[in-house]
Antibody
């Protein structure tokens, strides 16, 4: 079974930084593209960022481009999201997901709260 | 980006009812449409991919149909564990994926 375990969430001030991690197991991590998605409190779902299996190509939603960086360590089966210049509107549960032809299998999520 | 809409935004139904949720894309997306179920405090779960392909382990009372811009998710006989919010998502525009706003199904 696919298991994705996010960590690194917490409370951060506006303008601050946070790094999320996602430990993957139950599948061959190096074979799959991965994504980060988020859900603001009481709101819908938003795709945030994606990275291909080799890590050679990355993609971002316009709302985070230039502030967030996705990366992966295939030797550790781990996905990362470096979030800089955080804003109040970045407050959300962040999910990592395995992507297959644009369909997602999700982890349990980690909460990021941006507030002073 | 491709905009996704869903109707209704919420519905109340009883156990055993047949429930239909509609999803519409702002442009044609062929059959590149996925459906997810999300229960309170939980992550979304993929139910159906490519408009009508049921994921492994998903009960057969769930079905999907449609192509182009109009899609439906049908629950043939609603069960207590099906009360949740359902989201559609287009997978046509790679790395520009977008979701519908969700349809909340609750108990009448």
């Amino acid at each position: 079974d696919v298991q994705l375990l996010e960590s690194g969430g917490g409370l951060v001030q506006p303008g601050g930084s946070l790094r999320l991690s996602c430990a993957a197991s139950g599948f061959t991590f190096t074979n799959f593209a991965m994504s980060w998605l988020r859900q603001a409190p009481g709101r819908g779902l938003e795709w945030v960022s994606a990275i291909i299996n080799s890590g050679g190509n990355t993609y971002y939603a316009d709302s985070v481009k230039g502030r967030f960086t996705v990366s992966r360590d295939n030797s550790r089966n781990t996905l990362y999201l470096q979030m800089n210049r955080l804003r109040a509107e970045d407050t959300a549960i962040y999910y990592c997901a395995k992507e297959v032809f644009g369909a997602f299998s999700w982890g349990q999520g980690t909460l990021v709260t941006v507030s002073s | 980006d491709i905009q996704m809409t869903q109707s209704p935004s919420s519905l109340s139904a009883s156990v055993g009812d047949r429930v239909t949720i509609t999803c519409r894309a702002s442009q044609t997306i062929s059959r590149y449409l996925n459906w997810y179920q999300q229960k309170p405090g939980k992550a979304p779960k993929l139910l159906i991919s490519e408009a009508s392909s049921l994921e492994s382990g998903v009960p057969s009372r769930f079905s999907g149909s449609g192509s182009g811009t109009d899609f439906t998710l049908t629950i043939s006989s609603l069960q207590p564990e099906d009360f949740a919010t359902y989201y559609c998502q287009q997978s046509y525009s790679s790395s520009r994926w977008t979701f519908g706003p969700g349809t909340k199904v609750d108990i009448k």
